[in-house]
């Protein structure tokens, strides 16, 4: 983590260390070089030099690399990082100020992660991918202890490297920095000059050479008992509760457990652990999910209650165990039973589309309303906050659901368990005995799902469910796809609700940004369309974990099925025509269309509404859709 030979380059070269590197070997001509500078500077958006290079097909993103790993030794760290977007000019300056006034005259990379300008692990991922290295992840993995012999420990200590492995006659070296040409001398004086190098944080070096160290000393040392998988598995849990996970996926691997969690719907890289405690983690597991410890060869699904003491309050988990290649991968969704339930009003609707909302189908006696969307898109968020709605002393509620997964006071619900015999569908025949106003299914899976919600709708029950579709319409498409007859369907749908859920800007660290003129031309705008719009962008902080997104928000489409719409679905009219009618007669807006005038009011990026929502048709002017909407 330091700055190499800082002189190294020719200083009137303009550009930067990188651009410099390619012309000295004829990637690109200076012309080419001057080119692309008139080009960045005359673009709005914030693309480096480097990705003005690339897009004008001077040079692709390999033979930059390639180009790195063979003059890794001339690269300035922090010229790299400034010159691939990953840091600010600014960034650089304070922090080589920080470095000048520390005593203890820390390295360049040190200063940046510590200070908060990069986290550790992007500022690896970087280095490696750029030099062409690989990037060893040491916290668990075995070290060759006849290889770790060949130099005392200090030594390792003093230059922040271990050997690792041999690899086809070559020995494979993680140093903490590849880029220090004192510890790569004392490491090829050990291995020979043609040791393979690699990059692993500074931190697990330090850790491996104690590790190494005590296990020399105390070779009894490191050996795993039940207690220590229990506090393992305990403090996976805690952990996520405390950083609010959604999942935790155990993988095994070819040398090691990654553990990984879902924040914000991203899954992120948590710890790694030693692979020779799979057996016994994923034994512990399944007795706590009750699955069956002696089947290895087959597939499981279980359920684990957690009382987390840290936190005071239990957790239900839902477990799948997949057979992979290298073990049991174990997947677990945590369903939070204290969790909040959001009031409808803060689910994130627009005013105009919230009221058409409520109105129109939450205050409608009977008939079905539908919420879809895929997997992890907050469909059971938005249901449950219909039911604080609804929820009174007067509604008799009941639901199915697999599984419940907050707990209402004043609802009778009911956990799908295949396992004793309580099916979805003998749930959904027993159901209608029980007297209810508000029946709550938790998804219509078949058939035979939606023809029960159609027919408790036609009895005089009000039906909420959830669906798996891309959009409104679908929804209404696919259950005539289900055999539902049109008229049945015309009757009894209420409206249909179609959502999506977007990362949210972080507020710490968001920085004005001008879509670039592909994206303008994505959006289906001109820069003239979009004046006044107010768009951010992350550039990454502690506060987000360097993601430049923290929490989460809705974008919704709603469709309110009037006589207009009703009699297009009774002629089997096409989807464009339904979803055309609805804009004219119900001012339906698209999922596009409402990630969109977020994204303009700077609370989702443009990048996000591009890359998640579908876009079906040239969006409306982004005045007109907030006229609609009433923002």
């Not at 060893?136 to 200590?157: C, N, S, T």
């Not at 598995?233 to 155990?250: M, P, Q, R, V, Y």
């Not at 025949?429 to 078949?446: A, F, S």
């Amino acid at each position: 983590m330091s700055e190499a030979l800082p002189n190294s380059l020719p200083a009137s070269q303009p550009g930067g260390d990188i651009t410099s590197l390619l012309v000295k070997e004829g990637l690109i001509t200076d012309d080419q070089l001057a080119y692309a500078i008139r080009i960045k500077a005359k673009l709005s958006s914030n693309n480096t030099l480097i990705d003005t290079i690339k897009e004008l097909g001077y040079a692709t993103g390999e033979q930059i690399r390639n180009t790195l790993s063979r003059n890794h030794t001339s690269i300035r760290i922090g010229s790299l990082l400034v010159e691939l977007g990953y840091i600010r000019e600014s960034d650089l300056n304070a922090a080589l100020n920080l470095q000048k006034a520390s005593p203890e005259r820390k390295k360049l990379g040190e200063v940046l992660i510590e200070h908060g300008y990069i986290d550790e692990q992007k500022f690896n991922e970087i280095l490696a991918s750029q030099l062409g290295i690989p990037l060893i992840e040491l916290g668990y993995r075995k070290i060759d202890a006849k290889l770790f012999a060949h130099a005392p420990i200090q030594k390792y200590r003093e230059s922040l490297f271990v050997p690792v492995e041999m690899e086809e006659n070559r020995i494979v070296v993680a140093f903490a920095d590849p880029l220090d040409k004192i510890g790569r001398a004392s490491a090829e004086k050990l291995f020979g000059d043609n040791l393979k190098p690699a990059l692993a944080a500074g931190k697990s070096i330090l850790e491996t050479i104690a590790t190494a160290d005590n296990n020399a000393s105390h070779p009894e040392a490191g050996q795993t008992d039940e207690s220590t998988i229990i506090g393992i598995i305990n403090k996976l849990f805690e952990d996520a509760i405390t950083e609010n996970a959604s999942d935790i996926h155990i993988e095994p691997m070819k040398d090691r457990i990654r553990i990984r969690f879902r924040y914000d719907g991203v899954m992120m890289h948590h710890k790694d652990l030693p692979l020779d405690i799979a057996p016994q983690l994923s034994t512990r597991i399944k007795v706590m999910a009750q699955a069956d410890i002696a089947e290895r060869r087959r597939h499981q699904d279980g359920r684990i209650l957690f009382e987390s003491r840290k936190h005071g309050y239990s957790l239900d988990v839902r477990v799948s165990i997949y057979v992979t290649i290298f073990g049991e991968k174990i997947v677990m969704r945590l369903l939070n039973k204290k969790g909040v339930i959001l009031d409808v009003q803060q689910i994130g609707m627009a005013p105009r589309m919230l009221d058409h909302f409520i109105y129109d189908a939450l205050d409608s006696p009977t008939g079905v309303m539908i919420i879809t969307g895929p997997t992890g898109s907050g469909k059971t968020s938005t249901l449950y906050s219909c039911l604080g709605y609804l929820n009174n002393i007067n509604t008799s509620i009941i639901t199915a659901e697999d599984p419940v997964e907050y707990v209402v006071d004043g609802i009778s619900q009911c956990s799908i368990n295949q396992k004793i015999g309580v099916s979805f569908e003998e749930t959904l025949r027993h159901i209608v005995r029980q007297d209810p106003d508000i029946i709550v299914l938790g998804g219509i899976r078949d058939t035979f799902s939606a023809e029960t919600a159609i027919q408790a709708a036609l009895t005089g029950h009000k039906v909420l469910t959830t669906f798996h579709t891309e959009d409104s319409i679908g929804g209404l498409i696919r259950l005539m796809n289900m055999q539902i007859e049109a008229f049945l369907i015309s009757s009894t749908v209420v409206c249909v609700v179609a959502q999506r859920l977007l990362r949210l800007v972080c507020t710490s660290c968001s920085r004005p940004y001008t879509p670039t003129p592909l994206e303008f031309s994505r959006l289906g705008y001109t820069a003239r369309e979009l004046a006044g719009a107010v768009f951010l962008k992350g550039e990454g902080c502690k506060d987000c974990r360097f993601t430049g997104f923290k929490g989460r928000m809705a974008v919704f489409e709603l469709l309110v099925l009037n006589e207009t719409v009703k009699e297009a679905i009774l002629n089997n009219r096409s989807s464009a025509d339904i979803r055309r009618l609805s804009m004219e007669t119900t001012g339906l807006v698209t999922l596009f269309e409402d990630g969109l005038v977020k994204a303009s009011q700077g609370l989702v990026s443009i990048q996000e509404v591009l890359r998640d929502l579908p876009r079906i048709s040239r969006p409306r002017p982004l005045q007109e859709l907030r006229r609609i909407l009433g923002d």
